[in-house]
């Protein structure tokens, strides 16, 4: 199935993410973290699939993505940053791998945080986001994204962690089995982790060494 959509809205969100507030198609459903293949409606890149995730909530009646654009890399994203209202997408099936499975911890690298917001957005309305609990990695502390919303919504259950600034605002580390073990004292509980491939790897790979379930431990690349 595809379906032709017009971007209504362009916010910034960072310094390279972007929300798109596009239209919402009659019918079209999706569960909270799960994504879409999207493409850009001109003629060169109708084909060039990728797939992101919504950040808006299903019974929104309009479709929101977050999406960080990489100019350097002369390709989808770079083509997005230049789009504007009245500009179309064409979207297809929804699929994902995460979806709400019960609290737990939430661990996220860079735009890996996107397919949690919709999540954590429906169990702010359901009144359910006790918890929950977040570990979120960037590089520099302007690369947070939503800080503001996530800060809303976890409070003192959202840690920051930038690997890549040494005079942060935060904690200055990385997510790995030190980290782990000093910051979670129940590896039975469940654990949502999305980020780049080589971190959602190495993590999901110290979580079961230190005793988490496989079943747990959700994971999906971004």
């Not at 198609?25 to 995730?53: C, L, M, Q």
């Not at 997510?175 to 080589?198: N, S």
């Amino acid at each position: 199935m595809e379906k032709t959509v017009k971007i209504k809205e362009v916010k910034p969100v960072t310094h390279d993410v972007k929300q798109f507030i596009v239209e919402k198609p009659s019918g079209y459903e999706f569960t909270p973290g799960h994504a879409t293949e999207v493409s850009i409606n001109k003629e060169k890149w109708k084909d060039e699939k990728r797939p992101f995730t919504f950040t808006s909530l299903n019974d929104d009646d309009y479709l929101e993505f977050t999406i960080k654009i990489y100019p350097e890399h002369d390709g989808v994203t770079e083509q997005l940053g230049k789009l504007e209202p009245g500009d179309e997408l064409i979207i297809r099936d929804t699929w994902g791998a995460i979806e709400y499975k019960g609290p737990g911890y939430i661990i996220a690298g860079g735009a890996g945080i996107t397919p949690y917001i919709a999540m954590l957005r429906k169990l702010k309305k359901e009144n359910k986001l006790e918890g929950m609990k977040l570990f979120y990695s960037n590089k520099t502390d302007k690369d947070i994204i939503l800080k503001e919303e996530l800060d809303a919504m976890l409070g003192a259950h959202a840690t920051y962690v930038i690997t890549d600034q040494d005079d942060t605002r935060f904690t200055n580390a990385y997510i790995d089995k030190d980290f782990l073990k000093k910051h979670i004292k129940d590896f039975d509980e469940k654990f949502y982790v999305c980020g780049p491939p080589k971190m959602t790897e190495e993590i999901g790979e110290t979580l079961e060494n230190l005793g988490a379930n496989a079943d747990a431990v959700t994971l999906d690349d971004q």
